[in-house]
């Protein structure tokens, strides 16, 4: 089970409605069979421009991650970020790219790991109840140390992300006005220079939501 709690507060900076500041937090925690896996809290505060029916901004993100039975992936990510965004009567777009630098509260294989992401995502309405989300991401990680010893002689780990994500989510209104039924598919493929770190996944999400606001 995956649960997400979003809070994001906007308002322009001074009389010029255009430029606004950004805060923003979020917490997610996961669940495998039944038992708590972990939780990440975000918070977040930056600033964007209007430019028409687009907006370009820059933020920083600060990152808590904590597992409850894996304390050695506990780690903390301070990230900066660039975002640009349009939209028009049938959809929103744009596109996101951020740099981070992964720091563990122990020992961890290949230490430091800097993170740099970028994505580009479309949404819209197919018809009132129904929305669309498409994601498309890449990312490349770079640890600072040796992943092992016995391992491609201590080698750093590089690993390269690509992934796709399709989202629909159609509106409950039997159920209320602020229901909907939420179902995620994606595809992500790793690639690195460790055979042990290459992944191919595919993941199938199928979910209620409720927007309290």
Request: net charge positive; with cysteine.
């Amino acid at each position: 089970a995956d649960a997400a709690r979003v809070l994001n507060y906007r308002r322009p900076v001074s009389a010029d409605k255009n430029s606004l500041i950004n805060l923003g937090g979020n917490a997610r925690y996961i669940y495998f069979g039944g038992q708590p896996l972990g939780h990440f809290v975000t918070a977040s505060a930056g600033l964007s421009k209007k430019i028409g029916l687009c907006e370009i901004g820059g933020r920083l993100d600060f990152e808590r991650r904590t597992y409850v039975a894996a304390n050695y992936f506990d780690a903390t990510i301070p990230w900066a970020g660039l975002t640009y965004g349009c939209q028009s009567d049938k959809f929103v777009y744009g596109l996101g790219l951020r740099y981070g630098y992964d720091k563990p509260d122990s020992l961890r294989p290949g230490g430091d790991t800097t993170r740099l992401e970028g994505n580009a995502f479309v949404r819209g309405m197919f018809n009132s109840n129904l929305a669309y989300s498409i994601l498309i991401y890449a990312a490349e990680y770079r640890d600072q140390k040796g992943f092992s010893e016995i391992i491609n002689n201590n080698a750093n780990r590089h690993i390269h992300r690509f992934g796709q994500r399709l989202e629909l989510q159609y509106a409950l209104p039997k159920m209320g006005p602020n229901w909907s039924a939420q179902l995620e598919l994606e595809n992500s493929k790793d690639d690195s220079n460790l055979p042990l770190a290459r992944i191919d996944g595919q993941q199938v999400w199928l979910g209620l939501r409720y927007q309290l606001f």
